[in-house]
T-cell receptor
């Protein structure tokens, strides 16, 4: 079975500071990994995905994530936080590309940006 | 290209009633998945449909069901509603099962009183 653990239900950073959201996964096969963002009263928007092509993945809005197999991690980073980054972030794993078996999500991390 | 649309956006039902939610995928997408989002359980996979067939189902009781039509539109139904069914129900579409991108709709907020 696959699972995802997101460390920290809430993360607070100052505007302009580094954003680091942590995600560790468990999977019996090479995983596909995703980060999604959810703004209030909206659905999920895909930020980036790892599909074994490259370990450092660049996404939208300046976010990137690095796949580290030895640490079973896929942490999300952004060099400089912006007020518009305040949202809920979800890490997700799939054993089959994100479709056939459904996505398994972490509990989410609420990112707070301090002015 | 239009995104995933879900109707209705908000719904209030009484315990014991049944409800049907609708999802129209992105044009050309043939796979539709449903998820339930609650504060306590987070995001949980309900089921996935492709070519009018349910391909996979999450760990939910039989009160939760769905179907897909020939135009790829999908509906999910919850019968005998319970208070715990109050949630945001999200639909996601992809080109096909196994495609590594799912596009989510805005969700339907169901409140059971």
């Amino acid at each position: 079975a696959q699972s995802v653990t997101q460390l920290g239900s809430h993360v607070s950073v100052s505007e302009g500071a580094l954003v680091l959201l942590r995600c560790n996964y468990s999977s019996s096969v090479p995983p596909y990994l995703f980060w999604y963002v959810q703004y209030p009263n909206q659905g999920l928007q895909l930020l980036l995905k790892y599909t074994s092509a490259a370990t450092l993945v660049k996404g939208i809005n300046g976010f990137e994530a690095e796949f580290k197999k030895s640490e079973t991690s896929f942490h999300l980073t952004k060099p400089s936080a912006h007020m518009s980054d305040a949202a809920e972030y979800f890490c997700a794993v799939s054993n089959s590309g994100g479709g056939a078996d459904g996505l398994t999500f972490g509990k989410g991390t609420h990112l707070i940006i301090q002015p | 290209k239009a995104g995933v649309t879900q109707t209705p956006r908000y719904l209030i039902k009484t315990r014991g009633q049944q409800v049907t939610l609708s999802c129209s995928p992105i044009s050309g997408h043939r796979s539709v998945s449903w998820y339930q989002q609650t504060p306590g359980q987070g995001l949980q996979f309900l089921f996935e449909y492709f070519s009018e067939t349910q391909r996979n189902k999450g760990n939910f009781p039989g009160r939760f069901s769905g179907r897909q039509f020939s135009n790829s539109r999908s509906e999910m139904n919850v019968s005998t509603l319970e208070l715990g069914d109050s949630a945001l129900y999200l639909c996601a579409s992809s080109l096909r099962p196994g495609a590594n991108e799912q596009y989510f709709g805005p969700g339907t907020r169901l409140t059971v009183t």
